[in-house]
Protein backbone atom coordinates (compact mmCIF):
# COMPACT_ATOMS: atom_id res chain seq x y z
CA UNK A 1 0.00 0.00 0.00
CA UNK A 2 1.35 3.34 -1.17
CA UNK A 3 2.28 6.32 1.51
CA UNK A 4 0.09 9.06 0.54
CA UNK A 5 2.25 11.79 -1.22
CA UNK A 6 1.59 15.45 -2.08
CA UNK A 7 2.40 16.93 -5.45
CA UNK A 8 1.65 19.14 -8.45
CA UNK A 9 -1.46 16.30 -8.77
CA UNK A 10 -2.05 14.47 -5.70
CA UNK A 11 -3.25 16.32 -2.18
CA UNK A 12 -3.12 15.36 0.99
CA UNK A 13 -5.62 16.81 4.09
CA UNK A 14 -4.40 15.87 7.72
CA UNK A 15 -7.41 14.84 10.27
CA UNK A 16 -5.07 14.62 13.06
CA UNK A 17 -6.17 17.02 15.92
CA UNK A 18 -9.01 16.69 18.71
CA UNK A 19 -12.13 14.37 17.97
CA UNK A 20 -15.21 13.68 19.83
CA UNK A 21 -14.59 10.87 22.12
CA UNK A 22 -16.89 8.41 24.04
CA UNK A 23 -16.11 5.08 25.76
CA UNK A 24 -19.12 1.99 25.37
CA UNK A 25 -19.54 1.05 29.16
CA UNK A 26 -21.76 -1.90 27.64
CA UNK A 27 -20.97 -4.89 25.84
CA UNK A 28 -21.86 -3.25 22.34
CA UNK A 29 -24.26 -0.45 23.32
CA UNK A 30 -22.73 2.13 20.58
CA UNK A 31 -23.70 -0.64 17.96
CA UNK A 32 -27.01 -1.38 19.49
CA UNK A 33 -27.81 2.05 19.29
CA UNK A 34 -26.23 3.10 16.00
CA UNK A 35 -24.07 5.82 17.53
CA UNK A 36 -22.94 6.42 13.70
CA UNK A 37 -26.02 7.91 12.42
CA UNK A 38 -26.27 10.97 14.51
CA UNK A 39 -23.65 13.58 16.08
CA UNK A 40 -22.08 11.67 19.22
CA UNK A 41 -23.88 12.88 22.25
CA UNK A 42 -21.78 12.79 25.76
CA UNK A 43 -18.51 13.12 24.02
CA UNK A 44 -15.27 14.13 25.51
CA UNK A 45 -11.88 15.77 23.88
CA UNK A 46 -9.22 13.10 22.97
CA UNK A 47 -6.66 13.96 20.32
CA UNK A 48 -5.63 11.84 17.12
CA UNK A 49 -3.23 10.28 16.88
CA UNK A 50 -2.82 8.86 20.75
CA UNK A 51 -3.57 6.07 22.76
CA UNK A 52 -7.11 7.31 24.70
CA UNK A 53 -5.35 5.25 28.33
CA UNK A 54 -3.06 7.76 29.81
CA UNK A 55 -4.84 10.85 28.91
CA UNK A 56 -7.59 11.04 31.10
CA UNK A 57 -7.24 10.73 34.76
CA UNK A 58 -10.38 8.10 34.30
CA UNK A 59 -8.87 4.93 36.03
CA UNK A 60 -11.68 3.28 33.86
CA UNK A 61 -10.86 4.98 31.06
CA UNK A 62 -7.30 3.91 31.62
CA UNK A 63 -8.11 0.23 31.85
CA UNK A 64 -11.45 0.25 29.32
CA UNK A 65 -11.54 -3.20 27.33
CA UNK A 66 -14.39 -3.20 24.80
CA UNK A 67 -15.45 -0.14 22.18
CA UNK A 68 -14.53 3.11 22.40
CA UNK A 69 -15.85 5.95 19.63
CA UNK A 70 -14.53 8.64 18.22
CA UNK A 71 -16.11 11.35 15.73
CA UNK A 72 -14.85 14.01 13.58
CA UNK A 73 -15.67 16.21 10.90
CA UNK A 74 -14.23 15.85 7.72
CA UNK A 75 -14.15 18.42 5.76
CA UNK A 76 -13.64 18.34 1.70
CA UNK A 77 -12.82 21.27 -0.35
CA UNK A 78 -15.11 21.89 -3.63
CA UNK A 79 -12.38 22.18 -5.63
CA UNK A 80 -12.13 18.09 -4.70
CA UNK A 81 -14.97 17.35 -5.97
CA UNK A 82 -14.26 16.68 -9.52
CA UNK A 83 -12.57 14.62 -11.64
CA UNK A 84 -10.00 12.99 -9.19
CA UNK A 85 -11.09 10.10 -6.61
CA UNK A 86 -11.04 10.96 -2.50
CA UNK A 87 -9.33 7.82 -0.48
CA UNK A 88 -9.24 8.11 3.72
CA UNK A 89 -6.50 6.37 5.31
CA UNK A 90 -5.39 5.47 8.75
CA UNK A 91 -2.14 4.76 9.46
CA UNK A 92 -3.37 2.38 12.20
CA UNK A 93 -5.67 2.25 14.58
CA UNK A 94 -4.96 -0.83 17.78
CA UNK A 95 -6.96 -3.12 17.62
CA UNK A 96 -10.00 -3.55 15.43
CA UNK A 97 -11.84 -0.52 13.59
CA UNK A 98 -15.07 0.45 12.30
CA UNK A 99 -15.29 3.31 10.21
CA UNK A 100 -18.40 5.32 9.18
CA UNK A 101 -18.79 8.29 6.99
CA UNK A 102 -21.99 10.04 7.35
CA UNK A 103 -23.42 7.33 9.40
CA UNK A 104 -22.47 4.74 6.23
CA UNK A 105 -20.22 2.07 7.14
CA UNK A 106 -16.70 2.08 5.13
CA UNK A 107 -14.47 0.38 6.31
CA UNK A 108 -13.30 -2.43 8.54
CA UNK A 109 -10.02 -3.38 9.87
CA UNK A 110 -8.83 -5.84 12.24
CA UNK A 111 -5.42 -5.73 13.28
CA UNK A 112 -3.44 -2.45 15.11
CA UNK A 113 -0.39 -2.08 13.62
CA UNK A 114 -1.20 -1.41 10.16
CA UNK A 115 -2.46 0.97 7.65
CA UNK A 116 -5.54 0.52 6.03
CA UNK A 117 -7.62 2.36 3.33
CA UNK A 118 -10.99 3.04 1.83
CA UNK A 119 -12.56 5.06 -1.59
CA UNK A 120 -15.12 7.64 -0.58
CA UNK A 121 -15.47 9.71 -3.71
CA UNK A 122 -18.96 8.73 -3.96
CA UNK A 123 -19.79 9.02 -0.57
CA UNK A 124 -18.77 12.40 0.38
CA UNK A 125 -20.43 16.04 -0.57
CA UNK A 126 -18.34 19.10 -0.21
CA UNK A 127 -17.99 20.77 3.23
CA UNK A 128 -18.51 19.15 6.76
CA UNK A 129 -18.90 15.16 6.42
CA UNK A 130 -19.49 13.59 9.90
CA UNK A 131 -16.57 10.40 10.08
CA UNK A 132 -17.08 7.91 12.89
CA UNK A 133 -14.97 5.46 13.81
CA UNK A 134 -15.50 2.25 16.28
CA UNK A 135 -12.31 1.17 18.31
CA UNK A 136 -11.71 -2.08 20.02
CA UNK A 137 -9.20 -3.34 21.79
CA UNK A 138 -10.61 -6.95 22.38
CA UNK A 139 -7.96 -9.65 21.13
CA UNK A 140 -8.57 -13.52 20.97
CA UNK A 141 -7.33 -16.05 19.65
CA UNK A 142 -7.93 -15.43 15.95
CA UNK A 143 -6.01 -12.07 16.52
CA UNK A 144 -1.95 -11.66 17.01
CA UNK A 145 -1.47 -10.65 18.98
CA UNK A 146 -3.51 -12.91 20.49
CA UNK A 147 -5.72 -13.22 23.69
CA UNK A 148 -8.58 -14.30 25.66
CA UNK A 149 -11.64 -11.87 26.83
CA UNK A 150 -15.35 -12.82 28.54
CA UNK A 151 -18.12 -10.55 29.28
CA UNK A 152 -18.32 -10.45 33.06
CA UNK A 153 -21.25 -9.97 34.91
CA UNK A 154 -21.45 -11.03 38.73
CA UNK A 155 -21.76 -9.20 42.33
CA UNK A 156 -18.73 -7.21 42.05
CA UNK A 157 -20.05 -5.96 38.52
CA UNK A 158 -23.47 -6.18 38.84
CA UNK A 159 -23.74 -4.34 35.43
CA UNK A 160 -20.99 -6.46 33.26
CA UNK A 161 -17.96 -5.51 32.04
CA UNK A 162 -15.45 -7.21 29.55
CA UNK A 163 -12.17 -9.26 31.11
CA UNK A 164 -9.34 -9.02 28.96
CA UNK A 165 -6.60 -11.86 29.43
CA UNK A 166 -2.83 -11.26 27.52
CA UNK A 167 0.00 -13.23 26.79
CA UNK A 168 2.43 -10.01 26.23
CA UNK A 169 4.65 -8.13 27.95
CA UNK A 170 3.16 -4.76 26.69
CA UNK A 171 0.52 -2.37 27.88
CA UNK A 172 -2.37 -2.98 25.45
CA UNK A 173 -2.29 0.74 24.45
CA UNK A 174 -4.98 1.40 22.57
CA UNK A 175 -7.18 3.92 19.88
CA UNK A 176 -6.18 6.09 17.02
CA UNK A 177 -2.48 6.05 17.09
CA UNK A 178 -1.22 7.05 13.88
CA UNK A 179 -2.04 9.73 11.31
CA UNK A 180 -5.61 9.79 9.55
CA UNK A 181 -5.57 11.27 6.17
CA UNK A 182 -7.81 12.41 2.80
CA UNK A 183 -5.67 12.38 0.14
CA UNK A 184 -6.24 12.25 -3.68
CA UNK A 185 -5.63 10.78 -6.88
CA UNK A 186 -6.63 11.31 -10.68
CA UNK A 187 -8.96 8.96 -11.59
CA UNK A 188 -6.92 7.08 -13.16
CA UNK A 189 -3.64 6.37 -10.82
CA UNK A 190 -1.07 4.50 -9.54
CA UNK A 191 -2.21 1.83 -7.07
CA UNK A 192 1.32 0.45 -5.87
CA UNK A 193 4.55 -0.03 -7.24
CA UNK A 194 7.29 -2.53 -6.16
CA UNK A 195 11.03 -2.03 -6.49
CA UNK A 196 14.03 -4.33 -6.25
CA UNK A 197 17.32 -4.07 -6.19
CA UNK A 198 20.80 -5.81 -7.06
CA UNK A 199 24.57 -4.73 -7.99
CA UNK A 200 26.46 -5.58 -10.70
CA UNK A 201 30.06 -4.28 -10.60
CA UNK A 202 29.20 -0.99 -9.79
CA UNK A 203 25.83 -0.69 -11.24
CA UNK A 204 22.87 -0.76 -9.69
CA UNK A 205 20.13 -3.48 -10.92
CA UNK A 206 16.13 -1.78 -10.49
CA UNK A 207 13.97 -4.13 -11.35
CA UNK A 208 10.25 -2.54 -10.61
CA UNK A 209 6.67 -3.48 -11.43
CA UNK A 210 3.84 -0.79 -11.69
CA UNK A 211 0.18 -1.44 -10.97
CA UNK A 212 -2.14 0.82 -12.13
CA UNK A 213 -6.37 1.29 -11.57
CA UNK A 214 -9.06 3.36 -12.73
CA UNK A 215 -10.95 4.89 -15.59
CA UNK A 216 -8.03 4.36 -18.14
CA UNK A 217 -6.07 1.45 -18.90
CA UNK A 218 -4.43 2.72 -21.74
CA UNK A 219 -2.02 5.17 -20.35
CA UNK A 220 1.77 5.02 -21.04
CA UNK A 221 3.97 4.68 -17.87
CA UNK A 222 7.02 6.44 -17.46
CA UNK A 223 9.93 6.26 -14.83
CA UNK A 224 12.70 8.22 -14.12
CA UNK A 225 15.29 7.60 -11.12
CA UNK A 226 16.98 10.90 -9.75
CA UNK A 227 19.92 10.88 -6.86
CA UNK A 228 19.79 13.10 -4.13
CA UNK A 229 20.68 16.15 -6.11
CA UNK A 230 17.63 15.47 -8.25
CA UNK A 231 19.30 14.74 -11.29
CA UNK A 232 18.01 12.17 -13.22
CA UNK A 233 20.31 9.15 -13.50
CA UNK A 234 18.22 6.48 -15.35
CA UNK A 235 15.07 6.28 -16.90
CA UNK A 236 12.41 2.98 -18.53
CA UNK A 237 9.13 2.80 -20.05
CA UNK A 238 6.28 0.84 -18.98
CA UNK A 239 4.64 -1.02 -16.23
CA UNK A 240 7.78 -3.63 -15.55
CA UNK A 241 10.88 -3.64 -16.39
CA UNK A 242 14.61 -3.14 -15.31
CA UNK A 243 16.45 0.10 -15.32
CA UNK A 244 20.35 0.31 -14.94
CA UNK A 245 22.37 2.80 -12.73
CA UNK A 246 25.69 3.76 -13.47
CA UNK A 247 27.79 3.47 -10.69
CA UNK A 248 24.87 3.49 -7.80
CA UNK A 249 25.64 4.94 -4.52
CA UNK A 250 24.69 2.39 -2.42
CA UNK A 251 22.61 2.25 0.88
CA UNK A 252 23.96 1.20 3.55
CA UNK A 253 24.16 0.71 7.65
CA UNK A 254 24.93 3.68 8.63
CA UNK A 255 25.86 5.27 5.31
CA UNK A 256 21.92 5.65 3.29
CA UNK A 257 21.37 6.63 -0.09
CA UNK A 258 18.33 7.09 -1.48
CA UNK A 259 16.72 7.78 -5.13
CA UNK A 260 13.57 8.60 -6.15
CA UNK A 261 11.37 6.49 -8.14
CA UNK A 262 9.28 8.85 -9.89
CA UNK A 263 6.36 7.44 -11.99
CA UNK A 264 4.39 9.37 -14.68
CA UNK A 265 1.34 7.80 -15.87
CA UNK A 266 -0.33 9.25 -18.75
CA UNK A 267 0.84 11.88 -20.98
CA UNK A 268 2.01 14.60 -18.45
CA UNK A 269 0.33 17.77 -19.77
CA UNK A 270 -3.10 15.72 -19.91
CA UNK A 271 -5.64 16.16 -17.25
CA UNK A 272 -5.84 12.51 -16.02
CA UNK A 273 -2.28 11.93 -15.35
CA UNK A 274 -1.23 10.58 -12.49
CA UNK A 275 2.49 11.14 -10.69
CA UNK A 276 4.06 9.28 -7.57
CA UNK A 277 7.55 9.14 -5.82
CA UNK A 278 8.76 6.34 -4.03
CA UNK A 279 12.06 6.99 -2.02
CA UNK A 280 14.24 3.67 -2.54
CA UNK A 281 18.16 2.50 -2.10
CA UNK A 282 20.39 -0.09 -3.35
CA UNK A 283 21.07 -2.65 -1.67
CA UNK A 284 21.96 -6.49 -1.32
CA UNK A 285 21.54 -8.56 1.59
CA UNK A 286 22.91 -12.60 1.85
CA UNK A 287 23.04 -15.07 4.56
CA UNK A 288 25.83 -17.44 4.98
CA UNK A 289 26.17 -20.33 7.52
CA UNK A 290 27.80 -17.71 10.19
CA UNK A 291 27.44 -14.28 8.55
CA UNK A 292 24.45 -11.67 7.57
CA UNK A 293 26.27 -9.55 4.90
CA UNK A 294 24.79 -6.09 3.24
CA UNK A 295 26.31 -5.35 0.20
CA UNK A 296 28.46 -7.83 0.29
CA UNK A 297 30.22 -7.31 3.40
CA UNK A 298 29.66 -8.74 6.77
CA UNK A 299 27.62 -6.36 8.66
CA UNK A 300 26.98 -6.86 12.47
CA UNK A 301 23.61 -5.81 14.48
CA UNK A 302 24.35 -3.55 17.00
CA UNK A 303 21.12 -2.39 18.46
CA UNK A 304 17.98 -3.01 20.62
CA UNK A 305 14.35 -4.64 20.74
CA UNK A 306 12.27 -1.39 21.14
CA UNK A 307 8.48 -0.33 21.82
CA UNK A 308 6.79 2.54 20.54
CA UNK A 309 5.69 3.65 24.12
CA UNK A 310 5.99 6.91 25.85
CA UNK A 311 4.24 9.18 28.62
CA UNK A 312 1.11 10.64 28.22
CA UNK A 313 0.74 9.65 24.26
CA UNK A 314 1.33 5.79 24.95
CA UNK A 315 1.84 4.22 21.39
CA UNK A 316 0.59 7.25 20.02
CA UNK A 317 2.97 8.28 16.69
CA UNK A 318 5.23 11.05 18.05
CA UNK A 319 7.61 12.38 15.72
CA UNK A 320 9.63 14.30 17.94
CA UNK A 321 10.09 11.24 20.16
CA UNK A 322 11.17 8.99 16.88
CA UNK A 323 13.63 11.51 16.17
CA UNK A 324 14.86 11.22 19.70
CA UNK A 325 15.39 7.81 19.55
CA UNK A 326 17.26 7.78 16.09
CA UNK A 327 19.83 10.10 17.61
CA UNK A 328 20.00 7.95 20.99
CA UNK A 329 20.59 5.27 18.71
CA UNK A 330 23.46 7.31 16.86
CA UNK A 331 25.03 8.35 19.57
CA UNK A 332 25.29 4.86 21.64
CA UNK A 333 26.76 3.50 18.36
CA UNK A 334 23.94 1.36 17.42
CA UNK A 335 23.16 0.36 13.80
CA UNK A 336 19.56 -1.45 13.83
CA UNK A 337 16.65 -2.62 16.18
CA UNK A 338 13.69 -4.92 15.91
CA UNK A 339 10.08 -4.00 15.83
CA UNK A 340 9.20 -6.00 18.75
CA UNK A 341 6.22 -6.90 18.95
CA UNK A 342 4.53 -5.04 15.70
CA UNK A 343 4.94 -3.63 12.76
CA UNK A 344 5.94 0.45 14.10
CA UNK A 345 4.69 3.88 12.36
CA UNK A 346 5.63 4.18 8.51
CA UNK A 347 7.01 7.51 9.66
CA UNK A 348 9.87 5.77 11.94
CA UNK A 349 10.61 3.39 8.49
CA UNK A 350 10.90 6.35 6.82
CA UNK A 351 13.50 8.20 9.26
CA UNK A 352 15.73 4.84 9.54
CA UNK A 353 15.54 4.61 5.40
CA UNK A 354 16.95 8.39 5.45
CA UNK A 355 19.38 7.84 8.81
CA UNK A 356 21.04 4.38 7.40
CA UNK A 357 19.17 2.28 10.60
CA UNK A 358 18.94 -1.57 9.47
CA UNK A 359 15.53 -2.81 10.79
CA UNK A 360 14.21 -6.50 11.02
CA UNK A 361 10.47 -6.33 10.80
CA UNK A 362 8.37 -8.17 13.28
CA UNK A 363 4.21 -9.21 13.02
CA UNK A 364 2.50 -8.98 16.32
CA UNK A 365 2.71 -12.76 16.66
CA UNK A 366 3.78 -12.59 20.32
CA UNK A 367 3.04 -14.36 23.52
CA UNK A 368 1.71 -17.85 21.03
CA UNK A 369 3.36 -19.36 24.59
CA UNK A 370 1.20 -18.46 27.26
CA UNK A 371 3.82 -17.29 28.88
CA UNK A 372 6.48 -20.46 28.82
CA UNK A 373 7.54 -22.52 30.94
CA UNK A 374 5.18 -25.30 31.97
CA UNK A 375 2.48 -23.70 29.21
CA UNK A 376 -0.09 -26.10 28.05
CA UNK A 377 -0.14 -26.96 24.59
CA UNK A 378 -0.40 -23.68 22.81
CA UNK A 379 -0.86 -24.41 18.83
CA UNK A 380 -4.60 -26.43 18.86
CA UNK A 381 -7.92 -25.85 17.56
CA UNK A 382 -8.88 -24.36 20.83
CA UNK A 383 -6.03 -21.65 20.61
CA UNK A 384 -3.47 -20.82 17.82
CA UNK A 385 -5.47 -22.59 15.25
CA UNK A 386 -6.71 -21.99 11.15
CA UNK A 387 -8.15 -18.07 12.32
CA UNK A 388 -5.16 -17.40 13.96
CA UNK A 389 -2.98 -18.64 10.87
CA UNK A 390 -5.40 -16.87 8.23
CA UNK A 391 -5.46 -13.38 10.10
CA UNK A 392 -1.21 -14.01 10.78
CA UNK A 393 -0.93 -14.48 7.20
CA UNK A 394 -3.22 -11.52 6.16
CA UNK A 395 -0.84 -9.29 8.78
CA UNK A 396 2.26 -10.45 6.88
CA UNK A 397 0.53 -9.55 3.22
CA UNK A 398 -0.42 -6.33 4.83
CA UNK A 399 3.18 -5.98 6.12
CA UNK A 400 4.66 -6.87 3.15
CA UNK A 401 2.69 -4.06 0.75
CA UNK A 402 2.96 -1.64 3.48
CA UNK A 403 7.22 -2.25 3.42
CA UNK A 404 8.32 -4.14 0.94
CA UNK A 405 10.26 -0.93 -0.95
CA UNK A 406 12.13 0.25 2.15
CA UNK A 407 15.72 -0.84 2.10
CA UNK A 408 16.08 -0.58 6.23
CA UNK A 409 14.00 -3.73 6.21
CA UNK A 410 16.53 -6.37 5.71
CA UNK A 411 14.89 -9.28 7.34
CA UNK A 412 10.66 -10.32 8.39
CA UNK A 413 10.38 -11.72 11.91
CA UNK A 414 7.30 -14.08 11.59
CA UNK A 415 7.02 -14.53 15.26
CA UNK A 416 8.62 -13.37 18.87
CA UNK A 417 8.64 -16.25 21.16
CA UNK A 418 6.10 -18.64 20.19
CA UNK A 419 5.67 -22.23 22.21
CA UNK A 420 7.77 -23.73 19.24
CA UNK A 421 8.87 -26.92 20.72
CA UNK A 422 5.11 -28.52 19.72
CA UNK A 423 4.71 -30.61 16.40
CA UNK A 424 2.21 -28.33 15.53
CA UNK A 425 3.30 -25.40 15.68
CA UNK A 426 6.00 -26.84 12.66
CA UNK A 427 3.16 -27.03 10.60
CA UNK A 428 1.43 -23.84 11.57
CA UNK A 429 4.55 -22.21 11.10
CA UNK A 430 5.74 -23.93 7.72
CA UNK A 431 2.66 -21.96 6.37
CA UNK A 432 3.37 -19.11 8.02
CA UNK A 433 7.17 -19.21 6.30
CA UNK A 434 5.82 -20.24 2.84
CA UNK A 435 3.27 -16.62 2.92
CA UNK A 436 6.02 -14.37 3.51
CA UNK A 437 8.51 -16.23 1.15
CA UNK A 438 6.12 -16.18 -1.97
CA UNK A 439 5.47 -12.29 -1.06
CA UNK A 440 9.35 -11.85 -1.05
CA UNK A 441 12.37 -13.67 -2.61
CA UNK A 442 14.77 -10.74 -1.48
CA UNK A 443 14.79 -11.09 2.31
CA UNK A 444 15.51 -13.47 4.72
CA UNK A 445 13.09 -14.84 7.25
CA UNK A 446 13.31 -15.43 10.85
CA UNK A 447 11.41 -15.59 14.01
CA UNK A 448 12.55 -15.34 17.37
CA UNK A 449 12.73 -18.21 19.66
CA UNK A 450 12.96 -18.52 23.64
CA UNK A 451 12.60 -22.46 24.29
CA UNK A 452 15.26 -24.04 24.86
CA UNK A 453 17.66 -25.58 21.85
CA UNK A 454 16.99 -29.11 22.62
CA UNK A 455 13.07 -28.80 22.13
CA UNK A 456 13.26 -26.05 19.50
CA UNK A 457 11.21 -27.64 16.60
CA UNK A 458 10.76 -24.46 13.61
CA UNK A 459 14.26 -22.79 13.12
CA UNK A 460 14.84 -24.72 10.65
CA UNK A 461 12.30 -23.03 8.81
CA UNK A 462 14.49 -19.69 8.75
CA UNK A 463 17.37 -18.71 7.90
CA UNK A 464 18.89 -16.92 10.78
CA UNK A 465 18.73 -18.18 14.43
CA UNK A 466 17.32 -15.59 16.89
CA UNK A 467 17.00 -16.51 20.54
CA UNK A 468 16.21 -14.29 23.25
CA UNK A 469 17.65 -15.15 26.91
CA UNK A 470 17.76 -14.36 30.09
CA UNK A 471 20.31 -15.98 32.16
CA UNK A 472 20.86 -14.47 35.34
CA UNK A 473 17.76 -12.86 35.55
CA UNK A 474 14.70 -14.96 34.83
CA UNK A 475 16.83 -18.20 35.45
CA UNK A 476 19.50 -17.80 38.27
CA UNK A 477 18.31 -14.83 39.34
CA UNK A 478 21.17 -12.35 40.47
CA UNK A 479 23.95 -15.51 39.93
CA UNK A 480 26.35 -13.16 37.36
CA UNK A 481 28.92 -15.97 36.97
CA UNK A 482 26.47 -18.53 35.78
CA UNK A 483 25.69 -16.56 32.69
CA UNK A 484 29.18 -16.70 30.87
CA UNK A 485 29.29 -20.52 30.49
CA UNK A 486 25.24 -21.25 29.95
CA UNK A 487 25.42 -18.15 27.36
CA UNK A 488 28.14 -19.67 25.41
CA UNK A 489 27.39 -23.07 25.61
CA UNK A 490 24.01 -22.25 24.50
CA UNK A 491 24.91 -19.79 21.37
CA UNK A 492 27.37 -22.68 20.85
CA UNK A 493 24.28 -25.41 20.54
CA UNK A 494 22.41 -23.35 18.44
CA UNK A 495 24.55 -23.28 16.09
CA UNK A 496 25.82 -26.63 15.93
CA UNK A 497 22.45 -27.55 15.62
CA UNK A 498 20.94 -25.48 12.38
CA UNK A 499 24.40 -24.07 10.92
CA UNK A 500 23.32 -20.57 10.77
CA UNK A 501 24.01 -17.40 11.92
CA UNK A 502 22.79 -16.68 15.60
CA UNK A 503 21.53 -12.75 16.30
CA UNK A 504 20.30 -12.22 20.26
CA UNK A 505 17.65 -10.85 20.12
CA UNK A 506 16.90 -9.98 23.58
CA UNK A 507 19.04 -9.92 26.72
CA UNK A 508 18.49 -7.46 29.51
CA UNK A 509 18.22 -6.65 33.32
CA UNK A 510 15.42 -4.85 34.93
CA UNK A 511 17.09 -2.08 36.17
CA UNK A 512 15.68 1.08 38.34
CA UNK A 513 17.47 4.42 37.78
CA UNK A 514 19.22 5.36 40.34
CA UNK A 515 19.48 2.68 42.34
CA UNK A 516 22.99 2.00 43.18
CA UNK A 517 24.99 -1.32 44.83
CA UNK A 518 28.12 -2.31 45.36
CA UNK A 519 28.91 -5.14 45.05
CA UNK A 520 25.74 -5.29 42.31
CA UNK A 521 22.40 -6.88 43.18
CA UNK A 522 19.69 -7.24 40.64
CA UNK A 523 17.53 -4.04 39.63
CA UNK A 524 21.07 -1.64 40.15
CA UNK A 525 22.81 0.07 37.58
CA UNK A 526 25.35 -1.99 38.39
CA UNK A 527 23.83 -5.10 38.26
CA UNK A 528 22.62 -4.58 34.94
CA UNK A 529 26.24 -3.38 33.62
CA UNK A 530 27.83 -6.27 34.64
CA UNK A 531 24.77 -8.49 33.38
CA UNK A 532 25.22 -7.45 29.63
CA UNK A 533 28.85 -7.43 29.85
CA UNK A 534 29.42 -11.14 30.73
CA UNK A 535 26.80 -11.88 27.94
CA UNK A 536 29.14 -10.01 25.49
CA UNK A 537 31.74 -11.50 26.64
CA UNK A 538 30.05 -14.53 25.91
CA UNK A 539 28.65 -13.65 22.37
CA UNK A 540 32.30 -12.25 21.53
CA UNK A 541 33.64 -15.90 21.94
CA UNK A 542 31.38 -17.20 19.28
CA UNK A 543 32.25 -16.03 15.33
CA UNK A 544 28.99 -17.29 14.14
CA UNK A 545 27.06 -14.62 15.96
CA UNK A 546 26.08 -12.23 13.64
CA UNK A 547 24.50 -9.75 16.62
CA UNK A 548 23.02 -8.62 19.38
CA UNK A 549 20.23 -6.31 20.22
CA UNK A 550 19.57 -5.53 24.33
CA UNK A 551 16.11 -5.87 25.48
CA UNK A 552 15.33 -2.98 25.78
CA UNK A 553 15.47 0.50 24.30
CA UNK A 554 14.10 2.17 26.97
CA UNK A 555 11.67 1.65 29.63
CA UNK A 556 8.31 0.89 28.72
CA UNK A 557 4.67 0.12 30.14
CA UNK A 558 3.05 -3.02 30.68
CA UNK A 559 0.30 -4.68 32.51
CA UNK A 560 -0.25 -4.22 36.09
CA UNK A 561 1.33 -7.44 38.19
CA UNK A 562 3.61 -8.24 40.97
CA UNK A 563 6.73 -8.43 38.44
CA UNK A 564 6.12 -4.89 37.44
CA UNK A 565 6.78 -2.06 38.91
CA UNK A 566 5.61 0.54 36.92
CA UNK A 567 6.18 -0.97 33.80
CA UNK A 568 9.33 -3.21 32.06
CA UNK A 569 12.41 -1.34 33.61
CA UNK A 570 15.14 -3.15 31.19
CA UNK A 571 15.56 -0.40 29.49
CA UNK A 572 19.10 1.08 28.56
CA UNK A 573 17.11 4.59 28.55
CA UNK A 574 14.64 5.74 30.73
CA UNK A 575 10.85 6.03 29.62
CA UNK A 576 11.90 10.00 29.07
CA UNK A 577 14.67 8.72 27.08
CA UNK A 578 17.56 9.60 29.57
CA UNK A 579 20.75 7.51 29.92
CA UNK A 580 21.49 4.43 33.13
CA UNK A 581 24.91 3.73 33.70
CA UNK A 582 24.74 0.76 31.12
CA UNK A 583 23.85 3.57 28.15
CA UNK A 584 28.12 4.31 28.49
CA UNK A 585 29.16 0.89 28.67
CA UNK A 586 27.73 -0.01 25.65
CA UNK A 587 28.34 2.88 24.28
CA UNK A 588 31.85 2.47 24.11
CA UNK A 589 31.88 -1.32 23.40
CA UNK A 590 29.77 -0.24 20.46
CA UNK A 591 31.52 2.88 19.12
CA UNK A 592 34.69 0.60 19.41
CA UNK A 593 33.28 -2.66 17.48
C1 LIG B 1 10.69 -11.60 26.52
C2 LIG B 1 9.66 -10.94 25.63
C3 LIG B 1 9.54 -9.43 25.88
C4 LIG B 1 9.51 -9.16 27.35
C5 LIG B 1 10.82 -9.65 27.96
C6 LIG B 1 10.92 -9.39 29.47
O1 LIG B 1 9.96 -11.16 24.28
O2 LIG B 1 8.37 -8.97 25.26
O3 LIG B 1 9.29 -7.82 27.67
O4 LIG B 1 10.88 -11.04 27.77
O5 LIG B 1 10.46 -10.24 30.23
O6 LIG B 1 10.24 -12.85 26.85
O7 LIG B 1 11.39 -8.34 29.84
Redesign the pocket.
Known amino acids: MLYPIENEIRQVKSLDGIWRFKKDNQMEQGFEEKWYEKPLKGFSDMPVPASYNDITTDKELRDHVGWVWYETDAVIPRSWMKDQRIVIRFGSVTQHAVVYLNGEEIARHKGGFLPFEADITDKVHEGKNRLTVAVSNLLDWSCIPSGEYKFVKNWLYPEGHWEQEYF??FFNYSGIHRPVRLYTTPLSYVSDVTVKTTIEGTDGIVSYEIETAGASSEQPVHVVIRDEQGEVVAHGEGQKGKIIINNAHLWGPGAAYLYQFDITYGENSAENTDHYTLPFGVRTIEVTEKEFKINGKRFYFKGFGKHEDSDIRGKGLDQALNVRDAELLKWMGANSFRT??YPYSEEMMQLADRQGFVIIDEVPA?GMNLFIPNAPDVFTPERVNEKTLEHHKTVLRELYQRDKNHPCVVMWSVT??PHSSEESARTYFTEVVKQIRSLDDTRPVTGVM?VDVQEDNISQLFDVVCI?RYFAWYLHTGRIETIYPMMKKDLEDWHAKYHKPVIVT?Y?ADTIAGMHKLPEVIFSEEYQVSYLEENNRAIDSCDFVAGEHI?AFADFMTSFGLRRIDG?K?GIFTRQRQPKAAAFAIRKRWLEK
Do not use: A, L, Q, T
Open positions: FDSHVNECNEGWNK
